[in-house]
């Protein structure tokens, strides 16, 4: 089994809309292969930030379908409020081709059931034995998988080859203490923006899954890169990864709050990406004095950027 695919950085694509507020899967394969063409190890497809909860089971499915068959390294969300859709998803990653699975725990029926959901991680890994699989662990799904759980899973479904941590600083921490420190062979995934340094040079991340990547793929590419630098105790590499992460702060820090699509969306529309103007919901968007503060933060950063790179000889 290859788990190459959980290694670097991977952005969590969001979902552009046509017209008339339907998923645009030419622009999502678009994007896609201009990320992996920038550097990306790959593209995660349907998280949060592809709005999942909005699509339909076959709209998902076809935009997994198109950007595998155009070459993506492509990793699967299955989040789904019933087990029966996420087995689906699963299934249907495996047989068109799909590089690995982000495993959701079970949402709104029985969400703090340890025993259910232990069985629903079972059905969705059982689904796709092939596939490697990380679970993703959120607050925001309103449960936390532990130590014991992930490895009685692990025993059982050796698919399951990592963790995808989105709970913060003190989540990321616990799931290097407590398993990837139990097992050199189990890989973290670092899943909030504003924590790629805390897991890269403190908890022994292989790998980011970002949002805001999408909108500033460069620069979170050399976050990414210099973080690698300093785990392995370059000094200057450290410095400058503190640097970089402190000046991407408030940018980052909408990847942990709930508009988070809205904002990064906004972003690719500053950069010229027109499809993501939309969202599915009409009623979904940013207030005005969301959008100048996104845009003042956003020209400050660019603005520095371009001074500090320049000042260092960065590409």
């Known amino acids: 089994m290859n ?5 670097g950085c991977i952005p969590a694509l969001m979902t552009p809309c046509t017209a008339d507020r339907q998923p645009d899967f030419d622009a999502l394969v678009a994007k896609g292969r201009e990320l992996v063409d920038l550097g990306m190890s790959g593209v995660v497809y349907c998280g949060s930030m592809g709005d999942w909860p909005l699509l339909t089971e076959a709209q998902r499915q076809e935009g997994v379908a198109r950007l595998v068959e155009a070459g993506i390294p492509t990793i699967v969300g299955t989040g789904a409020v019933n087990s029966r859709e996420a087995v689906s998803h699963a299934a249907h990653a495996a047989k068109v081709g799909a590089h690995g699975l982000m495993v959701i725990p079970r949402v709104l029926s029985r969400g703090a059931s340890l025993s259910a959901q232990k069985a629903h991680f079972s059905a969705i890994l059982d689904a796709a034995p092939d596939l490697p699989a990380v679970i993703y662990n ?3 799904y309103g449960f936390a998988t532990r130590a014991e759980l992930f ?3 692990r025993r059982e479904h050796p698919n399951l080859i990592g963790f995808k941590e989105f709970g913060g600083a003190d989540d990321l921490r616990y799931a290097a203490e407590n398993i990837t420190s139990q097992d050199d062979k189990v890989t973290l995934m670092v899943g909030v923006d504003t924590t790629v340094y805390h897991g890269f040079v403190n ?8 949002g805001i ?3 500033l793929p460069r620069e979170v590419l050399k976050l990414v890169e210099l973080s690698k630098k300093a785990a392995k105790g370059d000094v200057q590499a450290r410095r400058l990864a503190q640097e970089l992460e402190e000046a991407l702060g408030v940018l980052s820090s909408f990847d ?5 699509v809205l904002y990064y969306k906004h972003l690719m529309v500053l950069n010229g990406d027109q499809e993501y103007a939309l969202h599915f919901n009409e009623s979904d968007q940013l207030s005005e004095a969301q959008r100048r503060y996104v ?4 020209d400050l950063f660019r603005s520095w950027y371009a001074q500090w790179s320049a000042s260092l000889n960065i590409a």
């Open 213 to 215: 990547g999408n909108a």
């Open 203 to 210: 908890c022994g991340a292989t790998g980011a899954i970002t």
């Open 138 to 140: 959120s607050p925001y």
């Open 295 to 298: 845009e003042t933060q956003y």
């Open 256 to 260: 942990e709050g709930a508009d988070l």
């Open 3 to 7: 788990d190459n695919i959980f290694t």
């Open 151 to 153: 490895f009685e899973l």
